[in-house]
């Protein structure tokens, strides 16, 4: 089967392409660097079936960014039968700067002149058929939006990938064309490949090109001490660059007819004048990530609960009862999401159960499925629509081109903590997924900006810790009657974000001291968002959580399941009074004091190692917190209902513990959702510092498997242990910290004050001693 | 001559040179920002950095400091 290679510049519709050739999934957004691994997909609308690959776009072919060279090194090694370099009509000179370099390989090219449909709508044109013979190269108009041209662009690829083409370069005639053809004779004499592209690079100083012909370089060192130009002096990299984009402009940029279009401001630019205004700007934004989370977790939409009447906003008495408003007030999108899947899960499993009762009915049969199964698979599918909802936000800010802008205008604020508002982006991405935000984070150019922007992405917390927040907020709200869960699960999203700039700040002054990355970004126009675009991506997401539940969730529940009814010599647990002699109790016991100073490790009495537990279950995928208590607490609450006595005579319940859960139950204040969390807090007899403290050890701790994976392939060799060192780390202090100050709120003793101004000393201490040190120890420059 | 960090908004000229070194200048130059490029600042950030400008037909962000290195000729 034929390769055919997409390569063009981020933001010039690659991926548009790639999806409109490939009928693919791929996701499309509106900043630069959407694609930054390559993808393959095949094409099968053509004579013969052709596969593609869409490489991450570049700007140039210089080593600079991990992407750049994946795009060179594909290009140069598995030489695919044709490279499709995309042009972004509407921005012809920078993009034809790559061209040029992609030229000088020999590889068949078809240029692809993308958005057409835009440039014509300006009123502009350009005369493809002589910019096809002063390129060499066949040009084909097409809109990969709209999907014309598409498949003469195909036609034209096949065409020429049946030819061999030779490099070809617009250097000819510059002043040190001379010594570029003498190095590209000498390379073609060792019998290189791609003779011409490496004389170039190498005459331009490329670090790759340099190390890999030692030989070679020094006929260009000789070279350069005879050589002096007015403007550049010996540096042939500036006077390549400058020589490209000169006969660009001589010979190219004339191809192409302008409408006068005078001083009118399109939409584009009078949305920006709003959005990146002097005053507004920056609040603006925070409204926007406000409205975000408002939009997905509030049980009190829009703050009208005061204002609606209760039994109105509840639909009291009808069969949608709770479902879009409570007596909080109107829920949220997100939350109404949640409730429609909460019923509809519960619905299947209790026919399911219902089901499993009539064919058997071993116990240990239907404890497995009902409570070790269902539960905990039910409690994480029914956050699904929630999470998509977030996503959803997410995407749109990244489809119309705002993220780009959020760059531009925090890039200031992030400067002071040591990283550019570039890094912002994969940051953000991370409320999402945090592991295509480590993967984006190749975009950055400075190897530390990126070390330091993945070990802080878990901090800004996922999609998948979400079920923790709300289930644990919601429960602690119910359990100990403070207000609004809302406003927690607010506070520990920014309480993530400051662990972040933390962690950065004393990164930046310590392992990881450097100068500032450069901050030199493209803002592309913004747009609105392709409604296809974006449900294809969320399909594709939804495809990978409901995977993720049937896998790597259900394993784990199911062995909870068993390691909470068995005991070490494999004998069924039928008595609920000995849920302590179990494996997993054991276990748990045994890790428990790890948790102390937490606050949800040894003081917590009886069945208080569940959390040790879900602590560390949540190390594997954080959905496995909220499934492992979901289980744990059916299989407890299981044994409550039937014979509550036994547990208290078993020291497994305090007496005060079992009337508190015997007036939560008569209370009927909860619903279904949160009552198994609550159930937990009141038999764990865990305290509210406690349960913030363990929502904060989650957020901040090791991410989940696949986001280790992700940073181990995407961190420099032999960083990954350190990287799991300072999760763990981060996460003890942080919850550790958090749990002091939440006691010291708690209880206000004097104790926990002095407690707390001692952290506090020791910690600005340790910052001005880094500053103070750093200041006498100058910067390396490299 | 002037310097791109010391522009005012609206105001725009065309490069003459690029006085830095590495990385920064290879990254400007792949950018288009060369010699003969006319460039027209646009805007610049809410907190005054990073600045927004308009060349070679389209729109670049980069820092002062950035500029600081891009001398211009002033453009009535």
Same mark, same amino acid.
């Given at each position: 089967?034929?390769?055919?290679?997409?390569?063009?510049?981020?933001?010039?519709?690659?991926?548009?392409?790639?999806?409109?050739?490939?009928?693919?999934?791929?996701?499309v957004?509106?900043?630069?660097?959407?694609?930054?691994?390559?993808?393959?997909?095949?094409?099968?609308?053509?004579?013969?079936?052709?596969?593609?690959?869409?490489?991450?776009?570049?700007? %140039?072919l210089?080593?600079?960014?991990p992407?750049?060279?994946?795009?060179?090194?594909?290009?140069?090694?598995?030489?695919?039968?044709?490279?499709?370099?995309?042009?972004?009509?509407?921005?012809?000179?920078?993009?034809?700067?790559?061209?040029?370099?992609?030229?000088e390989?020999?590889?068949?090219?078809?240029?692809?002149?993308?958005?057409?449909?835009?440039?014509?709508?300006?009123?502009?044109?350009?005369?493809?058929?002589?910019?096809?013979?002063?390129?060499?190269?066949?040009?084909?108009?097409?809109?990969a939006?709209?999907?014309?041209?598409?498949?003469?662009?195909?036609e034209?690829?096949?065409?020429?990938?049946?030819?061999?083409?030779?490099?070809?370069?617009?250097?000819?005639g510059?002043?040190?064309?001379?010594?570029?053809?003498?190095?590209?004779?000498?390379?073609?004499?060792?019998?290189?490949?791609?003779?011409?592209f490496?004389?170039?690079?190498?005459?331009?100083?490329?670090?790759?090109?340099?190390?890999?012909?030692?030989?070679?370089i020094?006929?260009?060192?000789?070279?350069?001490?005879?050589?002096?130009?007015?403007?550049?002096g010996?540096?042939?990299?500036?006077?390549?660059?400058?020589?490209?984009?000169?006969?660009?402009?001589?010979?190219?940029?004339?191809?192409m007819?302008?409408?006068?279009?005078?001083?009118?401001?399109?939409?584009?630019?009078?949305?920006?004048?709003?959005?990146?205004?002097?005053?507004?700007?920056?609040?603006?934004?925070?409204?926007?990530?406000?409205?975000?989370? !408002?939009?997905?977790?509030?049980?009190?939409?829009?703050?009208?609960?005061?204002?609606?009447?209760?039994?109105?906003?509840?639909?009291?008495?009808?069969?949608?009862?709770?479902?879009?408003?409570?007596?909080?007030?109107?829920?949220?999108?997100?939350?109404?999401?949640?409730n429609?899947?909460d019923?509809i899960?519960?619905?299947?499993?209790?026919?399911?159960?219902?089901?499993?009762?009539?064919?058997?009915?071993?116990?240990?049969?239907?404890?497995?499925?009902?409570?070790?199964?269902?539960? $905990?698979?039910?409690?994480?599918?029914?956050?699904?629509?929630?999470?998509?909802?977030?996503?959803?936000?997410?995407?749109?800010?990244?489809?119309?081109?705002?993220?780009?802008?959020?760059?531009?205008?925090l890039?200031?604020?992030?400067?002071?903590?040591?990283? %550019?508002?570039?890094? +912002?982006?994969?940051?953000?991405?991370?409320?999402?997924?945090?592991?295509?935000?480590?993967?984006?984070?190749?975009?950055l150019?400075?190897?530390?900006?990126?070390?330091?922007?993945?070990?802080?992405?878990?901090?800004?917390?996922?999609?998948?810790?979400?079920?923790i927040?709300?289930?644990?907020?919601?429960?602690?709200?119910?359990?100990f009657?403070?207000?609004?869960?809302?406003?927690i699960?607010?506070?520990?999203?920014?309480?993530?974000?400051?662990?972040?700039?933390?962690?950065?700040?004393?990164?930046?002054?310590t392992?990881?001291?450097?100068? *500032?990355?450069?901050? *030199?970004?493209?803002?592309?126009?913004?747009?609105?968002?392709?409604?296809?675009?974006?449900?294809?991506?969320?399909?594709?997401?939804?495809? !990978?959580?409901?995977?993720?539940?049937?896998?790597?969730?259900?394993?784990?529940?199911?062995?909870?399941? +068993?390691?909470?009814?068995?005991?070490?010599?494999?004998?069924?647990?039928?008595?609920? %009074?000995?849920?302590?002699?179990?494996?997993?109790?054991?276990?748990?016991?045994?890790?428990?004091?790890?948790?102390?100073?937490?606050?949800?490790?040894?003081?917590?009495?009886?069945?208080?190692?569940?959390?040790?537990?879900?602590a560390?279950?949540?190390?594997?995928?954080?959905?496995?917190?909220?499934?492992?208590?979901?289980?744990l607490?059916?299989?407890?609450?299981?044994?409550?209902?039937?014979?509550?006595?036994?547990?208290?005579?078993?020291?497994?319940? %305090?007496?005060?513990?079992?009337?508190?859960?015997?007036?939560?139950?008569?209370?009927?204040?909860?619903?279904?959702?949160?009552?198994?969390?609550?159930?937990?807090?009141?038999?764990?007899?865990?305290e509210?510092?406690?349960l913030?403290?363990?929502?904060?050890?989650?957020?901040?701790? *090791?991410?989940?498997?696949?986001?280790?994976?992700?940073?181990?392939?995407?961190?420099?060799?032999?960083?990954?242990?350190?990287?799991?060192?300072?999760?763990?780390?981060?996460?003890?202090?942080?919850?550790?910290?958090?749990?002091?100050?939440?006691?010291?709120?708690?209880?206000?003793?004097?104790?926990?004050?002095?407690?707390?101004?001692?952290?506090?000393?020791?910690?600005? +201490?340790?910052?001005?001693?880094?500053?103070?040190?750093?200041?006498?120890?100058?910067?390396?420059?490299? | 001559?002037?310097?791109l960090?010391?522009?005012?908004?609206?105001?725009?000229?065309?490069?003459?040179?690029?006085?830095?070194? $590495?990385?920064?200048?290879?990254r400007?130059?792949?950018?288009?920002?060369?010699?003969?490029?006319?460039?027209?600042?646009?805007k610049?950030?809410?907190?005054?950095?990073?600045?927004?400008?308009?060349?070679?037909?389209?729109?670049?962000?980069?820092?002062?400091?950035?500029?600081?290195?891009?001398?211009?000729?002033?453009?009535?």
């Amino acid at each position: 089967m034929k390769r055919f290679a997409l390569a063009g510049n981020p933001n010039c519709g690659k991926t548009t392409l790639f999806n409109a050739l490939t009928g693919s999934t791929a996701h499309v957004g509106n900043w630069p660097g959407v694609t930054v691994d390559k993808k393959e997909g095949v094409y099968k609308k053509g004579s013969e079936p052709i596969s593609i690959i869409d490489l991450p776009g570049i700007y %140039s072919l210089s080593p600079y960014t991990p992407e750049e060279v994946v795009s060179r090194n594909y290009i140069l090694d598995e030489k695919p039968d044709c490279v499709i370099n995309i042009v972004d009509a509407t921005n012809l000179e920078r993009n034809l700067y790559l061209t040029t370099q992609v030229m000088e390989m020999d590889v068949p090219i078809v240029i692809a002149l993308n958005m057409m449909d835009a440039l014509e709508k300006q009123g502009d044109k350009i005369d493809e058929k002589e910019l096809t013979k002063r390129l060499g190269v066949p040009v084909v108009k097409i809109s990969a939006l709209k999907g014309t041209g598409i498949q003469e662009l195909m036609e034209k690829a096949i065409e020429s990938s049946n030819e061999i083409r030779k490099g070809k370069t617009v250097l000819e005639g510059c002043e040190i064309w001379h010594l570029i053809n003498d190095v590209r004779i000498a390379l073609d004499g060792q019998d290189i490949e791609n003779p011409l592209f490496h004389a170039i690079k190498l005459v331009e100083n490329d670090e790759i090109e340099v190390a890999m012909h030692q030989n070679t370089i020094k006929m260009v060192e000789e070279f350069k001490k005879t050589f002096e130009n007015e403007l550049f002096g010996t540096d042939f990299e500036a006077l390549v660059a400058d020589a490209r984009y000169k006969y660009i402009s001589k010979y190219y940029s004339p191809l192409m007819s302008k409408k006068d279009k005078g001083v009118k401001l399109s939409k584009s630019d009078k949305a920006d004048k709003v959005l990146t205004n002097k005053w507004v700007g920056i609040p603006i934004f925070l409204a926007i990530l406000f409205a975000i989370f !408002h939009l997905t977790f509030s049980e009190n939409f829009l703050f009208l609960g005061g204002v609606l009447n209760d039994e109105w906003v509840s639909l009291s008495g009808t069969a949608f009862e709770g479902l879009f408003g409570s007596g909080e007030g109107l829920a949220s999108p997100g939350v109404i999401l949640f409730n429609l899947m909460d019923v509809i899960t519960a619905t299947i499993s209790g026919w399911l159960g219902a089901g499993l009762e009539s064919i058997t009915s071993t116990p240990w049969v239907l404890g497995l499925v009902n409570d070790g199964i269902l539960a $905990g698979l039910c409690g994480v599918l029914s956050f699904v629509p929630q999470i998509i909802f977030l996503l959803l936000c997410l995407s749109i800010l990244e489809d119309t081109g705002y993220m780009a802008r959020v760059a531009f205008i925090l890039d200031r604020i992030f400067r002071r903590f040591g990283v %550019s508002g570039r890094a +912002f982006i994969p940051m953000i991405m991370g409320f999402g997924c945090s592991i295509p935000a480590m993967v984006n984070t190749r975009t950055l150019a400075d190897e530390r900006e990126r070390t330091l922007t993945i070990r802080a992405i878990p901090f800004f917390t996922c999609g998948a810790k979400l079920p923790i927040l709300a289930a644990v907020t919601g429960a602690m709200a119910m359990a100990f009657n403070i207000g609004s869960a809302d406003l927690i699960t607010y506070a520990l999203y920014v309480v993530g974000m400051a662990v972040a700039v933390i962690t950065i700040l004393i990164m930046r002054g310590t392992t990881q001291r450097g100068e *500032i990355a450069p901050f *030199i970004m493209e803002l592309p126009a913004y747009h609105a968002p392709g409604f296809k675009g974006l449900m294809i991506h969320l399909w594709d997401k939804t495809k !990978h959580y409901v995977k993720k539940v049937f896998t790597i969730i259900l394993a784990s529940t199911i062995i909870i399941w +068993f390691v909470s009814n068995f005991r070490w010599d494999w004998t069924l647990i039928s008595d609920p %009074s000995q849920m302590n002699e179990s494996i997993l109790a054991s276990v748990g016991k045994f890790m428990q004091p790890i948790f102390t100073p937490l606050g949800f490790g040894s003081q917590l009495g009886g069945l208080g190692w569940v959390f040790a537990v879900a602590a560390i279950l949540g190390l594997i995928a954080k959905e496995n917190v909220i499934a492992g208590f979901l289980t744990l607490a059916s299989v407890i609450l299981a044994m409550f209902t039937v014979q509550p006595d036994i547990l208290v005579n078993a020291g497994v319940l %305090s007496p005060e513990i079992l009337s508190q859960i015997e007036a939560l139950i008569a209370s009927g204040e909860f619903g279904e959702e949160g009552y198994e969390v609550v159930a937990m807090i009141a038999a764990t007899g865990i305290e509210w510092p406690g349960l913030i403290s363990f929502i904060v050890f989650n957020m901040t701790t *090791i991410p989940c498997f696949a986001a280790v994976a992700t940073a181990k392939g995407e961190l420099g060799k032999g960083k990954i242990k350190w990287t799991l060192l300072f999760w763990i780390a981060t996460s003890f202090i942080a919850s550790a910290i958090t749990y002091v100050f939440c006691t010291m709120f708690a209880t206000w003793s004097t104790w926990s004050i002095i407690v707390s101004i001692v952290i506090i000393a020791l910690m600005v +201490f340790a910052i001005l001693g880094i500053r103070a040190y750093n200041e006498k120890r100058p910067l390396k420059s490299k | 001559m002037k310097k791109l960090s010391e522009f005012s908004i609206g105001e725009s000229g065309v490069i003459k040179s690029i006085v830095c070194e $590495g990385r920064i200048k290879r990254r400007l130059f792949d950018m288009g920002v060369t010699p003969g490029a006319e460039v027209y600042l646009r805007k610049k950030a809410p907190l005054g950095d990073p600045i927004e400008v308009t060349i070679r037909g389209y729109e670049l962000t980069l820092r002062k400091t950035e500029a600081e290195c891009v001398n211009l000729e002033v453009k009535d």
